[in-house]
């Protein structure tokens, strides 16, 4: 009987495992890492490993937040806009002459704040949110070029800020940012698991109706996960702005669609209603693992573009590949245990 | 029959007050900037934005049918390499035009095939394919500017002037009038609006969503390989980032023009009113002189008020012919019981 049990809980696991929204992209990621570090010698050394993790660093912090927002049902495209733009406050702020950290305050509201124009833009306006987001990307953009008038921004480091840009470690390989998306990764996830707002995210995303008529605020949910999105957009700025150490104002462009990328790689759904932190990292990691590998193995610079729209066809597809496995077993084995029942 | 009902009745069709915005803003820029109203200027505009009608209408297809295509910028720029290309290699001109709709043709059926067939998400899979398309112009021109076919006929196919205006804008209209007819008039059209209310039902009711959707991405994709042609031929030049970005002002467009993202609601039509309203609000900017730093707030600005003005003015016409439909109810009634 026991032993019959213990059967059944490991392939219970098994199948868990299996049915994991992100399996499928996982086991690519360990057979991609496996056979580089047999051929290319240079893959496995610590040196690549820290600048893997550097590297995703900006793409995670986003990814989280539109995590959250792809949870809630909605999308938002400004995210790599709003972070040059807090950059930008950070940078310009501190080349002013302000205190680094009441800069970086400055830098989190305005990235709040967008998140929350955002957010009332959708809700009390009903523009769509593709929409939305989309006009505040440009927006976003034209005051960063005009603020900045084309010119980069320079000459706001110091000592401290190499620290938080992640070009000085403080441990070994471990820098301030790794720290920083680290616990950022655990609050997010126990937002979403242990309290009231994050259970919102998850029901508001899956039928916004009915959790208006369990009498849930379904708007103020909303307006919610865009002013979390805006704030880790926030954080990502202050975070690229340490790591680039010169802003150029268009710094941002085309992170809000590696962002959603890295999302949806992670098992969120663009129809709402699903979607891990723990998603959001891998995926992260599956778009910096490819850029990286393209360096490495130095595939030329006009074929990179083609090898990244693969790894996203290809990611979406593993996933679909492993669910539909998992599926097909789990029902085996259901009818397995039937029919050992009824024997 | 008064005037008012007359008026809410007009402001109740979906898309007036986008059109009417459209209106008001060429006005204001014919009477601030002396080239903007030229026959020239406007032609070579229009001209300009021909390739982005072109995609705004095949793109209504899919997102009515409850998906969305992000590839279709970068397939468009791509087309237009490959056609670019087979008429400098010295092919017939039909020949190179084939292959860039082609192109396009095959890019749409590689997006529906991945989408429909393994059920994955279709901005991702869109996201993928845009990449391997822009990858493969960026191959294709390798790095260089792609200048100059000799085949004046394949210039022609965007530079004939027919009845005053360009062929590239006779295509645009053409193809924007059938794909409009089609889909509000065939039985294929009226699939495509029941696939975009809803799967399920659309599904019960014995409607193949999925080899809807196929041919709504197919017929995107087409359209994208079409627009290729017509750049290409406009002008007859072509380098790598060919396009990039187009697909924003497509989705955009649409989305002003009243088209719903969630699916199921919209006409072309009025989509192509949506882009002819931001490519007119570029250009219009460039004339007047403003500083190009700030274009992107304007733009921004725009589709935001003309998203809330084209929703409140068709909110309001609704409330006022209810009223109104309430008002004629209760008279009715009256009499009756008189």
């Known amino acids: ?343 | 029959m008064n005037i008012a009902s007359r008026v809410t009745r007009v402001l109740s069709i979906e898309g007036v007050a986008i059109l009417g915005a459209f209106v008001l803003m060429v006005l204001y820029f014919s009477f601030s900037s002396d080239s903007f109203f030229v026959a020239d200027s406007i032609r070579y505009y229009v001209n300009e934005a021909a390739p982005i009608f072109l995609i705004t209408a095949g793109l209504t297809y899919v997102i009515i049918a409850g998906g969305i295509d992000l590839s279709i910028g970068a397939v468009l720029g791509l087309s237009a390499g490959t056609s670019l290309t087979f008429s400098m290699w010295g092919w017939p001109t039909w020949a190179s035009a084939l292959i860039g709709i082609a192109t396009g043709l095959l890019f749409g059926v590689i997006n529906a095939a991945i989408i429909t067939f393994f059920k994955v998400n279709d901005f991702i899979v869109t996201l993928g394919t845009l990449n391997i398309a822009g990858g493969l112009l960026t191959v294709l021109t390798d790095h260089k500017q792609l200048v100059g076919t000799s085949d004046k006929n394949f210039m022609a196919i965007a530079g004939t002037m027919v009845f005053g205006v360009t062929t590239g804008i006779v295509i645009a209209i053409l193809a924007v009038v059938v794909l409009e007819f089609a889909l509000l008039q065939s039985s294929y059209g009226r699939r495509v609006y029941a696939t975009g209310i809803g799967r399920l039902p659309a599904f019960i009711s014995g409607i193949d969503v999925d080899k809807v959707k196929f041919q709504a991405y197919v017929i995107s994709g087409g359209m994208a390989g079409l627009g290729g042609v017509v750049l290409a031929a406009h002008l007859n030049s072509v380098q790598s980032g060919l396009a990039g970005g187009y697909e924003l002002t497509a989705i955009a467009g649409a989305v002003l023009g009243g088209v719903s993202l969630s699916g199921g609601r919209g006409s072309i039509w009025r989509a192509v009113v949506g882009a002819l309203f931001l490519a007119t609000l570029k250009q219009g900017l460039q004339l007047l002189g403003v500083d190009p730093l700030i274009y992107q707030i304007i733009t921004g600005l725009c589709i935001l008020i003309g998203v809330v003005l084209d929703r409140s003015v068709y909110n309001l016409a609704l409330r006022i012919s209810g009223r109104n439909l309430e008002r004629n109810h209760q008279a009715t009634t009256e009499l009756s019981s008189v």
């Open chain 1, 1 to 343: 009987m026991s032993e019959f049990r213990s059967k059944v809980s490991i392939a219970s696991t098994r199948n868990r495992a299996l049915m994991d929204p992100s399996f499928g992209v996982v086991a690519l990621l360990a057979l991609v890492v496996i056979v580089m570090s047999i051929f290319q010698p240079s893959f496995k050394t610590s040196g690549n490993a820290t600048n893997i993790i550097n590297a995703m660093m900006t793409v995670s912090f986003l990814a989280i937040g539109m995590t959250v927002v792809l949870i809630s049902g909605g999308i938002d495209l400004s995210v790599g806009s709003t972070m040059a733009l807090t950059a930008g406050v950070a940078g310009k702020f501190i080349s002013y002459g302000m205190n680094m950290y009441v800069a970086f305050i400055f830098a989190l509201i305005v990235g709040a704040l967008v998140g929350l124009v955002n957010g009332l833009l959708i809700t009390k306006l009903a523009i769509p949110d593709f929409i939305a987001t989309l006009a505040m990307l440009g927006i976003g953009q034209g005051i960063m070029l005009y603020w900045t008038q084309g010119v980069p921004i320079l000459g706001y480091m110091s000592t401290p800020y190499y620290y938080i840009g992640g070009l000085r470690k403080i441990l070994g390989p471990i820098s301030i940012p790794m720290i920083v998306l680290v616990v950022v990764a655990l609050v997010v996830s126990i937002l979403l698991k242990k309290t009231n707002l994050g259970l919102y995210f998850y029901a508001v995303g899956s039928s916004s109706v009915s959790t208006r008529n369990a009498g849930v605020h379904v708007g103020r949910i909303k307006i919610w996960a865009y002013v979390i999105s805006g704030l880790l957009a926030g954080i990502a700025g202050i975070h690229i702005a340490g790591r680039t150490t010169t802003i150029p104002p268009l710094i941002g462009n085309g992170y809000e669609i590696s962002a959603i990328a890295a999302a949806v790689i992670g098992g969120a759904s663009l129809l709402g209603g699903r979607g891990r932190v723990v998603g959001a990292l891998i995926g992260a990691l599956t778009l910096t693992l490819t850029r990286n590998i393209i360096n490495i193995v130095g595939i030329a610079s006009s074929w990179q573009a083609i090898v990244i729209g693969c790894v996203l066809i290809g990611a979406v597809l593993a996933n679909r590949a492993s669910e539909m496995f998992g599926k097909r077993i789990s029902e085996r084995t259901e009818k397995l245990n039937k029919r050992k029942v009824s024997a």
